[in-house]
């Protein structure tokens, strides 16, 4: 402790001098002084230097520490999962997101199917989201939906893969809507309401999905209602959906187990209906069709795998959305008499053009005249919402408003509070069509088919669908909703009664 003062003196007064006991005494005091200040200074340096660089260390991680947004992680490995799946009326975005929303921001982290998961029920971010989708953000479905949808279905596809997948669908259902799809919808829709009888008592969701099953499975793979074939795969069919929304547990009768399983029986189905169709190819006795199954085997150079999750791809998307959308409908105008009224008075318009001009099918230009109905379609998509969210993930780390969203985080983009949201729609749990008369919609305000290069590819059909059943529906018949059944989100919709109704004939003489 005195080395250092000790040397300093010798240099500075006597450096000969090497006897310690020969100082004077004031000298001696002072060297003992140095040496106390010298020591407390360097300890006071030490203490110094320690400090900024603890300091500095901090900030440094700091500034790598990820700024997240706020939230709750939740349980170990479940996280959030199941308060979010918690059944609620599919118009409203339930106590989940409510509670969130109000305690985090419309933008929040948490952890969700097994994942730390940013949820999004912003319209900016949301847009943002889908319009950088193969950029910044990949598609990232949790593992049940890619093991019975297969690893080519064009919903869980990403990159250059998702869009070979994609502008086949949007080329086979964007070609010939005039020409085959209105027909066939026209057909199909017929089929269904003249077998309905005046006071008699229906399944609304049933009778949707027979017309919409009917519909894609002649589109898809040229079948007709009442072949073995079609009954054997809806049978199969009905297990999908709740295997996709389930836990990819391959336990024997779990819904993901038994989901599995249909899908292998339906891949047998189709498969020996491909060997036929390639034997009748050889023979040259192949009848003309247009369906899809018939259109990759003669104009596309497809692998076994591709083309099957190809065709059951667009089968599910096809026929779960529309049939629940075509549910939803008779829901809402049954509960709004003002608008069967108007959507009756714009379809007996159309009519009687009809008959006028000799005229006894719809045509394209009579689906461009039916304004009304399309602001139906769109409010009850709106209000009922088929899709409530989508799944995204990062693939690299993004910064969005001051917000860090980190490489391989999932990214939770809800769609239903967009549509519920009080800052972009008025009255937002309203029924009202006549909102959209003088409004557009935007990948902002509306997002019932997606957004950016994820559009669902057959939005334009699906609203083809949907007027065109409508058009007859109301022509011909009134109901009445006969109890409180009301569409349910868990995630997707569904009516607990199968939404029945009493149909009553109307005479148009």
């Known amino acids: ?56 260390e901090k900030h440094e991680k700091r500034k790598s520490r990820p700024n997240l947004p706020p939230g709750s992680m ?61 950029r910044l953000f990949e598609t990232s479905y949790p593992e049940s939906v890619e093991g019975i949808l297969g690893e080519w279905s064009v919903l869980t596809l990403t990159g250059e893969l998702h869009k070979e997948m994609r502008s086949i669908a949007v080329k086979f259902l964007s070609n010939d809507l005039r020409t085959r799809f209105l027909p066939d919808i026209e057909r199909h829709t017929l089929l269904i309401i003249n077998a309905w009888k005046d006071g008699s008592f229906l399944s609304a969701t049933e009778q949707a999905k027979k017309f919409t099953f009917h519909m894609m499975v002649k589109q898809i793979l040229g079948l007709e209602p009442g072949q073995p ?48 169709l390639r034997k009748e190819m050889r023979q040259g006795e192949i009848k003309e069709r247009n369906d899809l199954l018939c259109w990759c085997l003669t104009e596309l150079e497809l692998s076994k795998g591709k083309m099957f999750d190809l065709l059951l791809g667009m089968l599910f998307g096809g026929f779960e959305t529309t049939s629940v959308a075509l549910s939803l409908a008779f829901f809402f105008i049954g509960r709004c008499p003002r608008a069967f009224q108007e959507l009756r008075n714009e379809h007996l318009g159309i009519a009687r053009k009809k008959a006028e001009r000799g005229e006894t099918t719809l045509t394209w230009d009579d689906y461009k005249q039916m304004e009304f109905t399309e602001c139906v379609v769109k409010e009850t998509l709106r209000l009922g919402n088929v899709i409530k969210f989508t799944h995204r993930k990062a693939i690299e780390d993004v910064h969005y408003q001051g917000y860090d969203i980190p490489r391989d985080w999932k990214v ?98």
């Open 74 to 134: 939740g349980w170990p490995f479940i996280g959030e999962t199941f308060e979010l799946l918690k059944r609620h009326p599919s118009f409203s975005i339930g106590r989940y997101l409510q509670d969130h929303i109000h305690r985090y921001g419309k933008i929040f982290k948490s952890n969700i199917f097994g994942g730390p998961t940013i949820v999004s029920t912003d319209a900016r971010f949301n847009r943002f989201v889908m319009q950088n989708h193969g």
């Open 229 to 276: 074939q079609t009954e054997k795969i809806k049978k199969e069919y009905t297990t999908f959906m709740p295997g996709v929304v389930s836990m990819p547990l391959k336990l024997p009768g779990t819904p993901y187990s038994k989901a599995l399983k249909s899908r292998s029986v339906i891949f047998s189905e189709i498969e020996r209906m491909v060997d036929s």
């Open 1 to 56: 402790m005195l080395v250092g003062p000790w040397f300093h003196f010798i240099f500075k007064f006597r450096p000969n001098l090497l006897n310690f006991t020969e100082l004077p005494t004031l000298t001696i005091m002072e060297l003992h002084i140095n040496s106390i200040d010298f020591s407390s200074l360097s300890l006071l340096l030490l203490l110094v230097f320690s400090a900024i660089y603890f300091l500095r």
């Open 412 to 509: 939770l983009l809800v769609l239903s509070a967009i549509h519920l949201d009080g800052s972009i729609h008025n009255d937002p749990q309203e029924f009202n069509p006549w909102r959209w008369q003088n409004m557009s919609s935007s990948t902002v305000d509306f997002m019932a088919f997606g957004g950016g290069n994820k559009l669902c590819a057959g939005a334009e059909l699906a609203k083809l669908e949907l007027a065109v059943f409508l058009h007859h529906c109301v022509l011909n018949y009134r109901w009445e909703l006969c109890k409180n059944d009301q569409p349910l989100a868990y995630p997707y919709v569904v009516f607990e009664d199968g939404l029945p109704i009493q149909v009553f004939k109307i005479n148009n003489n």
